[in-house]
């Protein structure tokens, strides 16, 4: 059981796999984060975009939740997974398709812009210690 989902770049075949938060109000919060940050658009360099975008997605799961994010080719994936599904993004990190997905939108507003501040707050720390350090 989860709350399954892939995401992943249009055109590229290489996703990650959500096994919890997987609904639309937590993918929306990872991606806007994502763009808050000014990570590299999936449209123009999809490989980055997916390596941010599991950093985003990390820290939501605590940086320790193992057993919750997965990358690999989206075939290899469980996509077909009965919950989400695989949201598909493009240019603004927006999601631009949605396949193997037959349930109810989960539209969440106020869930979605906690998700963002919460990633968008800790990465910022992050990378303020990082730099103090001279890392």
């Known amino acids: 059981m989860g709350n399954r989902a892939v995401i992943h770049p249009k ?29 590299c658009d999936p449209e123009g360099d999809p490989s980055y975009a997916l390596a941010r975008m599991v950093n985003a997605a990390s820290v939501l799961f605590g940086l320790t939740g193992c057993e919750s994010i997965g990358i690999g080719s989206v075939e290899e994936l469980d996509y077909n997974n009965m919950d989400n599904g695989v949201y598909i993004i493009g240019a603004g990190w927006k999601i631009v398709e949605r ?8 539209v ?22 990082n730099f103090e350090a001279g890392r």
Not at 23 to 30: D, K, L, N, T
Not at 110 to 123: A, E, N, R
């Open 11 to 39: 055109g590229f075949s290489t996703g990650i796999y959500l096994h919890w938060n997987g609904g639309r109000a937590s993918v929306e919060g990872i991606l806007s984060a994502c763009r808050e940050l000014g990570y």
């Open 99 to 106: 396949k193997h997905f037959n349930g109810v939108e989960e």
């Open 108 to 129: 969440n507003q106020k869930k979605t812009d906690g998700i963002k501040t919460m990633i968008v707050q800790t990465l910022r720390v992050a990378d303020d210690f």
